[in-house]
Every structure is written in structure tokens, then in C-alpha cells.
């Protein structure tokens, strides 16, 4: 036994207003949208400060140490990059995908200049923990009131 469908020739025309709906919508409303795969491959980043120095934790799972480059300029940081696939899947086609292999390039402007020549980084269970020593000139300073 066979069903009978009636055409509805204005269907077409709804999914194609649907399409260019979601098309506006995803440049306009949502314009980074398309960088959030982007955002993915690159490391999450901890910066904070205590007394005497700047701080900052990198997430880079799956990343030798020697494969990552550290440089200041100024009062820029870079962390530098790359993650190597260790083999090809040959036994199949992927249906999902996380893991991002590649090279990545971060740079932060640090809120204070820094002693770069007495930076330390350590490299345990995948972070990266940079130490950063504040200049003199950038160390906070207290004045004391004297009383008359």
C-alpha cells in the first residue's frame, strides 16, 4: 500500500528562508561563531600576580618541552608551539575529533615590565608555569604619612 503525500511546492522556499536565516544570523549576531574551533586549539591561559612577580599557567596537554618556545619583548609574553600527531588512524574513518595537532602561537601584553633574564619555567603534567620577576621600577611602593 503506497501513501499519498501532497506537494507543497512553498516548502522549498521556507527552508531556503531558513537557511539564509541561520546564514545572517552566524555573520551577524554570532560573527565569532567561526573561530570558536579556533579558540579550541589554543591553550588555556592562567595570568595572575602576587607580591613580587607575574605568574602565568599554560595548559598544554600532550606537549614536549622542547617543543615550546617562551619569549619577551618589552612587556609582551609569547608561548610558542606545536603538538604532533604519533600515528595516523589507518583503521578507520573519524566520526568526532578533539584532539588538535599543530603548531599555536600565543602573545599577552603583561600588565607590568618584568626582570626577563630571571623568568623561570617549569613544565609538570602538562602546564606550563612561568615565573616572572617585576622590575624594580614596576614594584609597588608604599609612602608612609608622617604626622605633624
Known amino acids: 500500500m503506497y501513501t499519498l503525500r501532497r506537494r507543497e511546492p512553498w516548502g522549498d522556499l ?9 546564514l545572517l544570523e552566524e555573520s551577524f ?3 565569532f561563531g567561526i573561530l570558536e574551533g579556533l579558540a579550541a586549539s589554543l591553550p588555556a ?3 595572575y600576580e602576587t ?8 595548559a598544554l596537554p600532550g606537549v614536549k618541552p622542547e617543543n615550546v618556545e617562551i619569549t619577551t619583548v618589552g612587556n609582551t609574553l609569547t608561548i610558542k608551539g606545536e ?3 604519533k600515528a595516523e588512524n589507518k583503521q578507520g574513518d573519524y566520526f568526532y575529533q578533539e584532539h588538535h595537532y599543530g603548531s599555536f602561537c600565543r602573545s599577552f ?9 630571571k ?11 612561568l615565573t ?13 604619612i608622617r604626622s605633624k
Open 29 to 31: 549576531i554570532h560573527p
Open 14 to 22: 521556507v527552508s531556503l528562508r531558513s537557511a539564509v536565516d541561520r
Open 109 to 117: 601584553t603583561l600588565p607590568t615590565d618584568i626582570k626577563a633574564d
Open 132 to 144: 616572572l620577576p617585576k622590575a624594580e621600577e614596576a614594584k609597588r611602593k608604599f609612602i608612609k
Open 45 to 47: 591561559v592562567d595570568m
Open 51 to 58: 607580591g613580587d612577580t607575574i605568574v602565568v599557567k599554560a
Open 119 to 129: 623568568a623561570q619555567a617549569e613544565f609538570e603534567n602538562g602546564v606550563l608555569t
Open 83 to 85: 603538538t604532533k600527531e
